[in-house]
């Protein structure tokens, strides 16, 4: 897997500034569209560098929401980020790869346009701003997704039987398939080493794991 993190809206702001870059969006719409333009056409280039080696997937990072809904609305991120996504995702299809987006956030009022788009799978499916549960079923064959388990509270404050609980409860979800289980996000310090170990033994514990791992 090849990953290109803050590969788009992300990489922007951080070149311009998180609020400058959404005043350019209301008053210098054409030099987003050319600044965007310019980083995919950049991130086209190091994905064709690196179909140069047996890789099955590229990887995108860009973070577009927050706690509840879009940093920049939808209708925004139809007019600029959309369009510049449609065209490196295309190059990454046209390879015959498989692409996987990781977005932070309430974005799942995007995930028709992501599929649309060539998305195969989405991380980091976090529980505390969108349904795991409804979602896995809605767009199981559609989209895979690939997180779930909470780390904003189940790991860090939940005990070891509570998040062995909730691992059982995605492991059993995701069984039908399109679901790769683990922590929605990067585990912090502030997690007990008992819970890390926790759901670590719940994924070994899968029927077939320890065959497939000896």
């Not at 998180?18 to 980083?39: G, N, Q, T």
């Not at 929401?65 to 920049?72: E, W």
């Not at 065209?87 to 498989?98: E, I, P």
């Not at 780390?151 to 939940?158: E, F, N, S």
Request: aromatic share 14%; with cysteine; proline share 5%.
């Amino acid at each position: 897997m090849f990953y290109l993190g803050f590969s788009l809206f992300e990489r922007a702001w951080t070149l311009r500034g998180m609020e400058h870059l959404l005043f350019d969006f209301v008053d210098h719409p054409e030099f987003v569209h050319e600044l965007l333009s310019a980083i995919v056409d950049y991130n086209i280039a190091q994905v064709r560098a690196a179909l140069q080696y047996d890789i099955d997937a590229v990887y995108f990072g860009d973070d577009w929401g927050q706690q509840h809904g879009l940093i920049m609305g939808k209708p925004w991120w139809e007019v600029f980020i959309k369009p510049q996504l449609k065209r490196m995702y295309s190059f990454v299809r046209a390879a015959g790869k498989f692409q996987m987006i990781h977005s932070c956030g309430d974005v799942d009022e995007l995930f028709d346009d992501l599929v649309a788009l060539g998305v195969n799978c989405f991380n980091p499916f976090q529980p505390e701003v969108m349904d795991t549960t409804a979602l896995l079923k809605k767009y199981r064959g559609r989209l895979a997704f690939h997180g779930g388990l909470s780390t904003q509270k189940v790991l860090p404050y939940c005990t070891e039987p509570e998040v062995r609980r909730e691992s059982r409860r995605l492991l059993e979800l995701g069984a039908a398939g399109g679901y790769i289980f683990s922590p929605a996000h990067s585990v912090e310090g502030d997690v007990p080493l008992e819970n890390i170990l926790a759901f670590i033994a719940e994924a070994q514990a899968q029927p077939g794991w320890l065959a497939q791992h000896r």
